[in-house]
């Protein structure tokens, strides 16, 4: 049974924080290394939410970051939310995990394909294994506060191991 103790909406948002703060982080500091910090969240907005073809990556604009940041992290607490509810399912229903892999694979390539439909220069300005790493750095600290959060979880992975028959 799942444990109920566990509210998706305030273990996901924990989660969702978690993984939004270390994407915010990581490419804070590759823009701090490039000397220009907080100018990926600057085009980001200019791109994303105000949805301009060519942002201006000479400034940095103050309210694009607001939004953009406010938008990333609504959009990672949303995503905690349902990896929060993909975990209490799983724990009951082996066949349920099966979904954690393809959730972690559309998490990888959705922010850049997105990035790809905005705009023609974000291919220069967000190298893809940017994105990856990020990716795959805050995949794997969600997952490892999640797997630290629910023992039922990880018992169920030992009891069936995915591609095994759950033994009732």
């Not at 604009?61 to 992290?73: D, E, M, P, Q, S």
Request: aromatic share 14%; glycine share 10%; no cysteine.
């Amino acid at each position: 049974m799942a444990d109920n103790r566990h509210s998706v909406v305030g273990e996901g948002m924990d989660v969702g924080i978690i993984g939004g703060l270390v994407v915010a982080v990581w490419f804070l500091a590759l823009d701090a290394l490039e000397g220009h910090p907080f100018q990926t969240p600057s085009l980001l907005g200019q791109v994303v939410l105000m949805g301009q073809r060519h942002p201006d990556t000479g400034r940095l604009a103050f309210g694009a970051i607001l939004f953009y940041t406010a938008f990333h992290f609504i959009v990672f607490i949303l995503l905690g939310m349902g990896l929060v509810a993909l975990v209490h399912w799983g724990t009951d229903n082996p066949v349920v995990r099966y979904a954690l892999l393809p959730v972690f694979l559309v998490f990888e390539v959705l922010f850049y394909g997105v990035l790809q439909i905005f705009s023609e220069r974000t291919n220069e300005l967000f190298p893809f294994w940017t994105v990856i790493a990020a990716n795959t750095l805050a995949a794997l600290s969600m997952g490892i506060y999640l797997w630290r959060r629910h023992p039922a979880f990880k018992q169920s992975i030992h009891d069936t191991p995915l591609g095994d028959a759950p033994m009732r």
